[in-house]
């Protein structure tokens, strides 16, 4: 086995456990959180990890030193849409569902290849397949049965299943740039710094949005067990699973990282399963499955 190969395996494998631990998190604990206001919920997992962090990758400060204007950009967008953005929408599409059909949101949130690989394309250069357009298609229409089955959406039934599905797209379209985004950062430094600087200027956001908005006061009603769910989230699906993430994500290209990522939604409803006891419908496992095979076929080497 060649040295790249090997590289590629060791990122592939990384990004696996990561994507994993995201899928348990996006269906046992975050949904506990629901109690809080959102915003104020992605502060907390972003700032409580930061500060932890501090004690060990202090000496990461020093690195700002080698920054360029592109660099605080790039870093800003990551923070922005994988932070800030996709991380509220995930959640609140999370909290909207009330614990019923969690896994629905998960697998429409994996639909970020289709947007990942168009920004890869333009930011990255790489190339778009083809067939793209045929599988991105499928993909797409995939979803929607996923949603509402073999139904059409009822606006009026008070059902926020449409809400909720919206949020999950949101979360797939700021998932898959920051994807992207993270691969120019790694091009120029270790996972190590990438990991510091995303939670930093995420904490740095969002406290912004948090004072803006008047969010503080949520800290007074954070129970015990909410502290508990962070501290959990922050040390393992958290920052964990990030730092899991952005070593695999430095060894292989952004589009076999979004293959890999597939085990986020495949995990999800593995765990739905057996910890909510939720299930999907046949018309949703059918349509789930062949999502899942149009992302594939999408990052295939031949189409």
């Known amino acids: 086995m060649g040295i790249k190969q090997s590289q590629i395996i060791k990122g592939t494998v990384a990004i696996s456990i990561s994507a994993i631990l995201w899928g348990f998190d996006g269906v046992v604990l975050t949904p506990r959180l629901f109690n809080l206001n959102v915003s104020y919920v992605v502060f907390m997992l972003h ?22 204007r592109q660099d605080y950009l790039t870093f800003a967008m990551v923070a922005l849409f994988g932070g800030g953005i996709g991380t509220m929408a995930i959640v609140k599409a999370l909290f909207l569902v009330n614990f019923q059909q969690l896994s ?7 639909l970020q290849p289709i947007f990942a690989i168009i920004l890869a394309r333009i930011l990255l250069k790489e190339k778009i397949r083809k067939g793209f357009g045929l599988w991105a298609g499928v993909a797409i229409v995939a979803s929607y049965f996923l949603t509402f089955g073999l139904s059409l959406p009822k606006l009026d039934s008070g059902s926020r299943t449409i809400e909720a599905a919206l949020y999950a797209l949101l979360a797939a379209f700021s998932f898959g740039s920051s994807t992207v985004f993270s691969k120019k950062i790694l091009l120029n430094h270790n996972f190590v710094t990438a990991t510091f600087f995303r939670y930093m200027f995420t904490t740095i956001f969002m406290l912004m949005f948090i004072v803006i908005g008047g969010y503080y006061s949520e800290f007074y009603k954070t129970s015990p067990t909410n502290w508990a769910f962070f501290a959990i989230i922050g040390i393992s699906t958290g920052s964990g699973a990030i730092f899991i993430y952005y070593y695999g994500l430095r060894r292989v290209k952004a589009i076999v990282a979004t293959m890999s990522e597939l085990l986020f939604p495949i995990s999800a409803i593995i765990f739905d399963y057996f910890i909510n006891d939720s299930i999907l419908s046949y018309t949703q496992l059918i349509s789930a499955a062949v999502m899942v095979f149009a992302l594939i076929r999408l990052n295939a080497k031949k189409l």
Request: charged share 15%; hydrophobic share 60%; net charge positive.
């Open 47 to 68: 700032l409580l990890p930061f500060l932890v962090m501090n004690l060990f990758l202090f000496k990461q400060y020093k690195q700002m030193k080698t920054f360029v």
């Open 104 to 110: 629905v949101v998960v697998l429409l949130q994996k």
